[in-house]
């Protein structure tokens, strides 16, 4: 079949489009806003990838089927030719739950924070544990260099997103991927865009636990409170055998003797009370123990042995642009995260300050995803860089189109809450801004953390180059 793929370049369009390519489909595509490392990806795979924006001459000849991106509305030209000329067209998620999952074993992670991250470790363990799984992740797994696999394994893992599906479809991706198996780890108030309130995210996540079959399992953070309230309120309509996680006692399985001091981190599991066993991992920060901790339980439902968990965790190489050294220039550690969301980029630097404890730590955060643009976090990104020495925040992407949405954060308010933290703070324009401003700051020693969700105009190269060529003070 000819697939055509309607925003190639989002990270699970892009994902999905390699793996129909695997399957032997022609697939093409289209989009305009084009970065690494998905465009990259696309490229080194041969996807013909029209970057010049849409058009309904991409659609010539007609495609067998259209796949339609969640960030594609009406009015879009090639959306429109599709509708006009009747063509076949599916969701993302759609052609995933068909082509992909219908009659294997899935695995679904899901939840506000470290989904991404999460995948990838299970996808890593899996491999280790030799089911040979497929899968789908929203980010590239450094183990395997790409974002997905297609094999003949009966074994499915994929990232679980809540955010919707397509413009046809305005439920949430993960209510068509079939758990047998699902995790999640912690459900917060995010996607401002789409969720008008907490109560509406938590009623999603409730459907996707109502989905787990009963020789499932459905794994779940408890230290998040929303995911307790989430269980707690379904009762005995959850129709499945519950794993709890976490780091209190009240938890089946629980993490404990947390260290961090080395290169990398070290914890103990317990199950049930009893010492289940010792690990390490390369990952920073304590949510990535309880990453880590979920893809025990699955790997153990699906009788992974222990030793074979343990080392692959320890030889796990984390998902790009999730605490990312870009590189090293002068002495200044150039690191990419995707963090937006406030507790995303408050444990991100919690995380770097804990492996770098005695190094200036700079953050430079874009608010970039929507809810970031948006004011509805304006309070709690005050308290989210409390482990900086040293903020930079850019200026709200796309402004006037966030406008449309609500009132957007106000950056120089932000900056002034975090300046009374007795701590530098500045906003700035743009990249450029940033870059000329931190070229007289930077010295030896600093760890300068970028946080975006989106490609930042380049910042991370532009800095190491800018390193390269004037050195830094001492």
């Known amino acids: 079949m000819h697939y055509h793929l309607i925003g190639i370049c989002g990270t699970a369009m892009a994902a999905l489009a390699g793996m129909l390519q695997a399957r032997g489909h022609h697939v093409t595509g ?26 309904a001459a991409h659609l010539e000849p007609a495609p067998d089927c259209v796949i339609v991106g969640n960030a594609i509305p009406r009015g879009n030209p090639e959306l429109e030719a599709t509708l006009n000329s009747k063509l076949v067209y599916r969701s993302q998620a759609e052609v995933v739950k068909e082509e992909f999952i219908r009659g294997r074993r899935s695995l679904v992670i899901a939840g506000t924070h470290g989904k991404t991250t999460a995948t990838s470790i299970a996808a890593w363990v899996m491999d280790q544990g030799g089911l040979d799984p497929s899968f789908l992740i929203g980010g590239v797994a450094q183990n395997f260099g790409v974002s997905f696999r297609v094999t003949d394994s009966d074994f499915f893992i994929i990232e679980g997103d809540e955010y919707d599906t397509a413009y046809f479809d305005k439920g949430p991706k993960f209510m068509h991927y079939l758990p047998e198996i699902a995790i999640v ?34 794994i779940v953070g408890w230290d998040s409170p929303h995911v307790r309230e989430v269980v707690s309120e379904m009762g005995r309509k959850l129709f499945t055998q519950l794993e709890t996680f976490g780091t ?15 290169e990398s981190s070290k914890f103990t599991v317990t199950c049930e009370g009893k ?53 090293e220039e002068k002495g200044v550690t150039v690191i990419d995260d995707f963090a937006h969301h406030p507790t995303a ?4 630097l919690r995380g770097l300050r804990n492996r770098y404890p005695s190094r200036r730590l700079i953050a430079v955060f874009e608010p970039r995803s929507w809810s970031s643009r948006l004011a509805v976090f304006q309070n709690e990104y005050a308290r989210a860089f409390v482990d900086a020495d040293y903020v930079i925040l850019a200026g709200v992407f796309d402004s006037q189109k966030a406008l449309e949405k ?6 120089g308010k932000l900056i002034e809450e ?40 380049g910042i991370h190269e532009k800095l190491l180059t800018m390193l390269k060529a004037v050195g830094s003070r001492q």
Not at 275 to 304: H, K, M, R, S, Y
């Open 30 to 55: 289209s989009d305009e806003n084009v970065y690494p490392p998905m465009s990259t990806m696309l490229a080194g795979l041969g996807i013909e990838v029209k970057q010049q924006g849409y058009s």
């Open 248 to 262: 209190t006692e009240a938890v089946k399985w629980r993490v404990t003797n947390t260290d961090f001091s080395g």
């Open 185 to 218: 780890n912690n459900i917060e108030f995010d996607h401002a865009d789409i969720y008008p309130n907490l109560d509406a995210v938590k009623l999603a996540f409730q459907r996707l636990m109502n989905l787990v079959p009963a020789n499932g399992r459905l």
């Open 406 to 411: 609500g009132k957007t954060l106000d950056t």
């Open 418 to 457: 975090i300046a009374k933290q007795d701590k530098p703070a500045f906003a700035l324009a743009n990249a450029a801004e940033i870059i000329e401003h931190l070229r007289p700051q930077l010295r030896e020693g600093d760890v300068l953390a970028i946080m975006s969700n989106g490609g930042f105009d």
């Open 275 to 327: 010492q289940w066993g010792d690990f390490q991992t390369p990952l920073i920060g304590e949510f990535n123990f309880l990453n880590c901790l979920a893809v025990i339980i699955a790997a153990d439902a699906w009788g992974i042995d222990r030793e074979t968990i343990r080392a692959a965790l320890a030889t796990f190489k984390n998902v790009r642009r999730r605490a990312e050294v870009r590189g």
């Open 345 to 348: 980029v408050r444990e991100t």
